[in-house]
């Protein structure tokens, strides 16, 4: 029993593919290289693609509404391919050689970007103060963007998974690390994310595009030898098959059972007779009561019995049912999500447009580049994350006597209704501004209007402050209540809210440039934004987000937690 305790009861197994030792592998000790890793990654990432709108607009020569919208059509596509990788992940190659082989597609994506913006024939030749891009140059530029893309989207959904694998599920002293891992883990996203706004951005800025995107190259570059230093530390989930197919099998039963009636006794429902789950690396599922109709899939008639072996298309476990079920639970959750996500969007889009009429001066000698206010949304989360995790937690937990002091869902609440007030000083900032511009005839000015883009930190600081309860809590949530083979679907699942909520944005601004710009108007987001209204733009958003919000607070008041039961097989 002794020799038992010094392995994990979750199923995970070392890098040699054997049963995984508690002492050598996993917890804080193999996490650094995650976390060192994801740091990496996203500096990478956040070096890119936070100042791409200005790359888009200076050496792509596109206007304001045609560059937003490719930056958030491109942004929505990297948090769309997780679900490649998560599939991938959760079927076959399990999660740790999904990072291993989308990494590497990811570096041949950053050093082709690299080369589009700095070797002659393929960077865009300038000359006046303006370029001109040829359709090739164009061509190789969005190429790489893309397969950075495919490349981000592949190790997305598995890294928050993966780091949260090396803590046991059965062992009540690892469970309570792994909330705190969570917190971590994004605090690491947003260090990388602090050098690429504030220090890349002013390279891009002021040094040039091919140092700019060549950084970002060499910073994915040691990601990936950090993720395979910790490789003999890792504890690896075993893939648990094709989850569609489990899903599938599950919505056949059940129509091919439309006409068998479900026991009241639930105990009389199929399922496997040992302690172990039959779907690899997962534990058993308790059964439920909503979603009564998929039941039937687990109901054993006469025909069941006739070849001795279990046709998986006629009669499933209960635990498959309810890994059915726990999806089908999730996804309201997740849809509301989507608003949330297209209000975080504005600040790689609007928000930089809006601070490129703003003056940037920080004394008589240096100026900050617009996107470089970002930088103010990821001290906000640098702040916020040990804040909440050392703090609020425990102030919280004696008042509620939750582990985690607020439920997920609360906690994902609480960052909606702060991403209200995000577009609402965004809002009143840019009446504000507006209000100067008409004092004082500036709607034609030749540069920035006298008025500091210092006056946009409180909207980048609420954005953060959301995110540290939104974010952080829906990356909790989807592992914790995906089942135990499909997280890395969940994670994917989750990620996609931002891909959608990126298209949402490129949706209400091709609807509101078109609608607003009739009988030969402006429109509310021109490219002279001195005389446009984007104020109504963010209170429209603030508006959805209320709405959203509403909405949310019924989907998490019938939420159901799933509950598993047993070890892993």
């Not at 291993?100 to 030749?125: H, R």
Request: a positive charge.
């Amino acid at each position: 029993m002794a020799e038992d305790d010094n392995y994990t009861n979750d199923g995970t197994l070392n890098i040699h593919k054997k049963p995984a030792n508690k002492k050598k592998t996993g917890n804080w000790k193999a996490c650094r290289f995650i976390l060192g890793n994801e740091c990496c990654e996203r500096l990478a990432y956040y070096g890119m693609g936070t100042n791409l709108v200005n790359y888009l607009k200076q050496r792509l020569n596109q206007g304001n509404a045609t560059a937003a919208n490719n930056v958030t059509n491109w942004s929505g596509t990297c948090y769309i391919t997780p679900l490649i990788g998560a599939f991938l992940a959760d079927a076959y190659w399990g999660r740790y050689w999904t990072i291993a082989i989308f990494s590497i597609i990811y570096v041949l994506g950053m050093t082709l970007l690299t080369l589009s913006a700095s070797v002659t024939g393929l960077k865009p030749e300038c000359s006046g103060g303006e370029c001109h891009p040829t359709a090739t140059e164009t061509a190789v530029f969005f190429v790489a963007l893309y397969i950075i893309a495919l490349g981000t989207g592949g190790i997305k959904p598995c890294v928050s998974s993966f780091g949260a694998d090396q803590f046991d599920e059965t062992d009540d002293a690892e469970r309570k690390k792994k909330s705190s891992f969570f917190n971590w883990f994004y605090f690491s996203i947003n260090v990388g994310a602090l050098i690429a706004a504030s220090v890349l951005v002013w390279i891009q800025m002021n040094v040039g595009w091919g140092w700019g995107f060549g950084i970002p190259a060499v910073a994915m570059a040691i990601a990936v030898v950090f993720f395979f230093s910790g490789s003999n530390l890792y504890r690896l989930q075993k893939p648990g098959g094709s989850p569609l197919t489990r899903i599938f099998q599950v919505i056949v039963a059940s129509f091919r059972k439309f006409n068998v009636r479900v026991p009241e006794d639930k105990s009389l429902l199929y399922e496997t007779a040992d302690e172990e789950c039959n779907i690899q690396g997962s534990r058993k599922l308790e059964h439920t009561d909503k979603f009564r109709f998929f039941d039937k899939a687990a109901v054993e008639t006469e025909k069941d019995q006739i070849k001795g072996s279990v046709d998986p298309w006629r009669l499933c476990t209960v635990t498959q049912v309810e890994e059915l079920k726990s999806i089908i639970r999730i996804l309201p959750i997740w849809a509301s999500g989507i608003v949330f996500s297209t209000v975080y969007s504005q600040m790689s889009t609007m928000f930089v447009l809006q601070g490129n009429t703003m003056d940037p001066h920080m004394g008589p000698h240096f100026s900050i580049p617009s996107a470089s206010l970002s930088i103010f949304d990821t001290l906000s989360v640098l702040f916020w994350t040990p804040v909440y995790d050392k703090i609020i937690v425990p102030t919280v937990r004696k008042m509620t006597g939750v582990k985690r002091g607020f439920t997920q869902l609360q906690r994902m609440g609480i960052g909606l209704i702060i991403s209200i007030f995000s577009m609402i000083a965004a809002g009143i900032l840019e009446v504000v501004r507006l209000d100067i511009v008409k004092r004082h005839n500036y709607y034609d000015i030749d540069g920035y209007i006298p008025m500091s883009i210092f006056w946009q930190v409180p909207q980048y600081f609420l954005i953060g402050c959301a995110e540290v309860f939104t974010f952080i809590g829906q990356l909790e949530f989807f592992y914790d209540q995906a089942p135990d083979a499909m997280r890395s679907t969940c994670s994917a699942l989750s990620l996609t809210t931002v891909a959608l909520g990126n298209y949402l944005s490129t949706l209400l601004v091709t609807i509101v440039t078109k609608i607003t710009t009739r009988h030969g108007k402006l429109g509310w987001i021109p490219d002279n934004l001195n005389r446009g209204h984007l104020d109504y733009f963010y209170y429209l958003l603030a508006v959805l987000s209320l709405i959203n919000f509403i909405v949310y607070l019924w989907i998490a008041k019938w939420y159901t937690y799933k509950k598993a039961t047993g070890r892993a097989h």
